[in-house]
């Protein structure tokens, strides 16, 4: 099917550097042209209930991140919070772009909603574009908004930019054959993606009891157990220790005084890491200054979302979110870090960071560190904390492997459906021949934008959501 894909007849100059040459029959045209109108959004005031958790939906840049299909947001408004800010309704079927903290990421108004100010809503002027060619068509654009964006806090598209970019256009039945080509190749790839990652979750839940056993019973499968006194832990190795965090750990509250150390992210998928790691774009404060120090071998646990295990041990001195919980192994602690960032990252810690953590939903959620500090934590001799990190090392191995090669597949399947659609919707390829052989029962527009896997540059470290959240606090 897409092998036999070839260019159109002709082409001309379409005077855009970025466009190059487009089909000679579309139309360049500027945004603002293919759309009615250009709304931006704002935010009730937070201290007004009234305004809050009514039945309005309140899109915000992580919503955009979630989903390609916005039908619901984290938190909604009622109507006199819609009335009392200049943010207003826009119909379904308008696409939503966020102007900042990233620019450009875009999805579909699958109902009447608003906006905060950092999305604009786009209302498709439908004599002119469709709205599906229209999520394709600017979901390739994303690197000539993220251009126009200017800013020092964090980059932003004003609305005037925003408009002035410019989109070469099919006639609207030829983009209805693009869309039609698209969604069919892009559900293929989606379900390859999908398979993939079903198959890591397998092989990750795996490596997880095979991680637990190992850190909550030993290697011994003969060794005699104990009740731990905790219901939840169960019985463990007669000869370990139970102990409350406060007996290996204190928390400590340490702040920059020139915030120049290295930013770290603090996430349930890579624990503590460099933030210059991430390829995130996202809001940062105008200086680091008064944020907390962490430093090599402490524990950090990104308060707001523990109950999901965004935690780790730092290998390195950095700078964290004031709001996050540092804590520092006290001098006689047996605990090897390493040991501590399986243990902590264990089934049953997870499900007991929910329970302690305190909160009306699940994104408002805080383990704070009184009620961490009371968890008990499970310690064997050192030498076994030793022998079972070498053991699952060995015993982790095969899995790790075909792990990083289900991903690494992934990756380039990623690539290649970005490539197959921007060389589409900007004229490369022809496929209105093929479009017009595809069989109905095929066009599946299911998994065309909602996305069946999570990003992993969006909005698999959750830490960045909450990083950007508490620093505007």
């Not at 979630?66 to 308008?94: H, M, W």
């Not at 832990?233 to 102990?243: C, N, T």
């Not at 075909?402 to 496929?431: F, H, N, P, S």
């Not at 479009?435 to 998994?447: K, Q």
Request: glycine share 6%.
């Amino acid at each position: 099917m897409i092998a036999g894909l070839k260019p159109y007849p002709e082409y001309k100059d379409s005077g855009v550097e970025w466009l190059g040459d487009v089909p000679e029959h579309w139309e360049v045209l500027r945004l603002k042209t293919a759309f009615q109108n250009i709304v931006g959004g704002s935010t009730p005031s937070s201290s007004e209930t009234e305004y809050w958790d009514g039945d309005i939906v309140w899109i915000t840049p992580v919503d955009v991140s979630k989903t390609k299909r916005l039908n619901d947001s984290l938190r909604c408004i009622t109507q006199k919070g819609l009335k009392s800010c200049s943010s207003e309704l826009v119909p379904q079927g308008s696409l939503i772009i966020t102007s900042r903290a990233p620019v450009g990421n875009v999805a579909i108004a699958e109902r009447e909603l608003c906006t905060n100010q950092g999305c604009k809503a786009l209302i498709p002027d439908f004599n002119k574009i469709n709205t599906t060619f229209a999520f394709y068509l600017l979901g390739i654009t994303k690197s000539e908004f993220q251009s126009l964006a200017t800013g020092t806090t964090f980059t932003e598209i004003s609305t005037t930019k925003l408009g002035a970019v410019p989109l070469a256009l099919p006639p609207l039945p030829e983009q209805t054959a693009i869309v039609r080509f698209l969604d069919y190749a892009d559900n293929r790839i989606r379900r390859s993606i999908h398979a993939k990652q079903k198959l890591i979750t397998l092989l990750e839940e795996e490596k997880q009891a095979i991680i637990h056993n190992a850190v909550t019973r030993g290697l011994d499968p003969d060794v005699h157990l104990k009740p731990s006194g905790v219901e939840w832990l169960g019985d463990v190795p007669e000869h370990w220790e139970v102990k409350p965090a406060k007996f290996f750990f204190r928390e400590v509250d340490e702040r920059s005084t020139t915030g120049t150390e290295e930013l770290l992210s603090v996430s349930h998928i890579t624990g503590v890491t460099p933030r210059s790691q991430k390829n995130i774009t996202m809001f940062m404060a105008e200086s680091n200054v008064g944020h907390k120090l962490c430093r090599s071998g402490d524990l950090v646990i990104n308060t707001m979302w523990a109950w999901m295990a965004a935690l780790g041990v730092s290998k390195q001195v950095g700078l964290v979110s004031p709001s996050y919980g540092v804590y520092r192994p006290l001098k006689n602690s047996q605990l090897l870090s390493d040991y501590v960032d399986l243990l902590l990252r264990s089934a049953p810690y997870r499900a007991e960071y929910l329970c302690r953590s305190t909160g009306i939903r699940s994104s408002r959620l805080r383990l704070y560190p009184d009620q961490f500090l009371r968890i008990k934590l499970i310690c064997p001799p050192v030498d076994e904390q030793n022998a079972i990190l070498q053991s699952l090392k060995k015993g982790t191995f095969e899995n790790e492997n075909i792990i990083a090669t289900m991903k690494q597949e992934i990756t380039l399947l990623r690539e290649y459906r970005t490539r197959l659609i921007a060389d589409v919707v900007t004229g490369k390829l022809d496929v209105r021949e093929v479009a017009a052989r595809l069989p109905d029962e095929d066009s599946d527009e299911g998994l065309l934008i909602d996305d069946v896997e999570i990003p992993e540059n969006e909005m698999a470290d959750i830490d960045e959501c909450d990083w950007n959240e508490e620093v505007r606090e």
